[in-house]
């Protein structure tokens, strides 16, 4: 019973741990941009939400705050870069490291704060209800990625977020038809960052507790999580909806594999080593499979073209 709950802890993470991957994907595959900015704007998120419920604020007030202060964090990254003209990967370190203070000051000089006097949500739920906390943090989850994956399809799908999908695509041919690109980035440096306040938001939430290096690593645990869902899903060049299903599902995938080789045994203080030969491999194989067909492609040609000389 205790490795059931094992997984569907790591399930409940997968969900919560999805919003960042899917703020990571509008900047990495939408818009073509390595943004830095998701290891500060994770914990803005979660502390920006601590801070509210530990002052009496409705959690969910706390998760719209949280989203607030992630589109600011965006926003501040989109200006450096679209305004200042600071190289992109740049502008987003400057904002992470700069939310590293920022976050210190938001937590009131602490470098953790727990939120077990707090309305969290999952735990108050899960108390009145009298239903296990992985049971309602799963339910909870899913709904929110439910309505987000719904609002992300019909933004995209409408002017303006194609004209950010367009921009990313080929931001030449998208000035050419009049689209103001560096609003396009900005705007989608919001959301992404947005998506990943509220991601530090239900994570601390679900902890019950947040802390100021929590987000270290976080764009590597994303990238992971989108790899892996496009690898599994094969949803590249897919549905859109399918795209964004796929990276949820990246999420739930990796999250899995962390909890069972912590069942191996595996120490802790590995799992970045593991994170980044995960998305190694995941890279990897694509390009292998890639490869292979065009070379089986070559040799069906090569072999046609002898039939016919023969």
Same mark, same amino acid.
């Given at each position: 019973?205790?490795?059931?709950?094992?997984?569907?802890?790591?399930?409940?993470?997968?969900?919560?741990?999805?919003?960042?991957?899917?703020?990571? =994907?509008?900047?990495?595959?939408?818009?073509?941009?390595?943004?830095?900015?998701?290891?500060?704007?994770?914990?803005?998120?979660?502390?920006?939400?601590?801070?509210?419920?530990?002052?009496?604020?409705?959690?969910?007030?706390?998760?719209?705050?949280?989203?607030?202060?992630?589109?600011?964090?965006?926003?501040?990254?989109?200006?450096?870069?679209? +305004?200042?003209?600071?190289?992109?990967?740049?502008?987003?370190?400057?904002?992470?490291?700069?939310?590293?203070?920022?976050?210190?000051?938001?937590?009131?000089? #602490?470098?953790?704060?727990?939120?077990?006097?707090?309305?969290?949500?999952?735990?108050?739920?899960?108390?009145?209800?009298?239903? $296990?906390? =992985?049971?309602?943090?799963?339910?909870?989850?899913?709904?929110?990625?439910?309505?987000?994956?719904?609002?992300?399809?019909?933004?995209?799908?409408?002017?303006?977020?194609?004209?950010? #999908?367009?921009?990313? $695509?080929?931001?030449?041919?998208? #000035?050419?038809?009049?689209?103001?690109?560096?609003?396009?980035?900005?705007?989608?440096?919001?959301?992404?960052?947005?998506?990943?306040?509220?991601?530090?938001?239900?994570?601390?939430?679900?902890?019950?507790?947040?802390?100021?290096?929590?987000?270290?690593?976080?764009?590597?645990?994303?990238?992971?999580?989108?790899?892996?869902?496009?690898?599994?899903?094969?949803?590249?060049?897919? $549905?859109?909806?399918?795209?964004?299903?796929?990276?949820?599902?990246?999420?739930?995938? =990796? #999250?899995?594999?962390?909890?069972?080789?912590?069942?191996?045994?595996?120490?802790?203080?590995?799992? +970045?080593?593991?994170?980044?030969?995960?998305?190694?491999?995941?890279?990897?194989?694509?390009?292998?499979? $890639? +490869?292979?067909?065009?070379?089986?492609? =070559?040799?069906?040609?090569?072999? +046609?073209?002898?039939?016919?000389?023969?």
């Amino acid at each position: 019973m205790g490795l059931f709950y094992t997984f569907l802890g790591a399930v409940d993470l997968g969900l919560i741990w999805g919003f960042l991957a899917l703020g990571v =994907y509008i900047t990495f595959r939408l818009l073509d941009i390595a943004d830095l900015t998701v290891d500060g704007s994770f914990t803005t998120g979660g502390a920006v939400c601590a801070v509210c419920v530990l002052n009496g604020i409705h959690p969910l007030l706390a998760l719209l705050i949280s989203i607030l202060a992630g589109f600011l964090a965006g926003a501040i990254t989109g200006i450096l870069h679209t +305004k200042c003209k600071i190289p992109a990967i740049l502008a987003g370190i400057l904002t992470q490291i700069g939310l590293y203070s920022i976050n210190l000051r938001i937590m009131g000089g #602490r470098a953790n704060l727990p939120l077990t006097t707090a309305n969290t949500l999952f735990a108050d739920l899960s108390v009145s209800l009298d239903i $296990n906390r =992985y049971y309602i943090a799963l339910v909870i989850s899913l709904i929110f990625v439910i309505i987000f994956i719904a609002l992300l399809y019909w933004f995209f799908g409408t002017e303006l977020g194609s004209a950010i #999908r367009a921009t990313g $695509n080929n931001e030449q041919m998208a #000035r050419s038809l009049g689209i103001n690109t560096d609003t396009m980035k900005l705007l989608g440096l919001t959301i992404s960052n947005g998506l990943v306040g509220l991601s530090g938001a239900l994570y601390a939430l679900y902890g019950q507790a947040t802390d100021v290096r929590v987000g270290t690593g976080a764009i590597v645990i994303a990238l992971a999580s989108i790899v892996i869902g496009e690898v599994v899903i094969s949803s590249k060049k897919g $549905n859109f909806a399918l795209r964004l299903t796929s990276i949820i599902i990246g999420s739930i995938i =990796y #999250r899995i594999i962390v909890a069972l080789v912590l069942q191996m045994g595996l120490n802790t203080d590995d799992l +970045k080593l593991l994170t980044a030969i995960l998305v190694g491999i995941a890279l990897t194989i694509p390009i292998m499979l $890639n +490869k292979r067909k065009q070379i089986s492609m =070559y040799k069906k040609l090569t072999g +046609k073209e002898i039939n016919q000389d023969a």
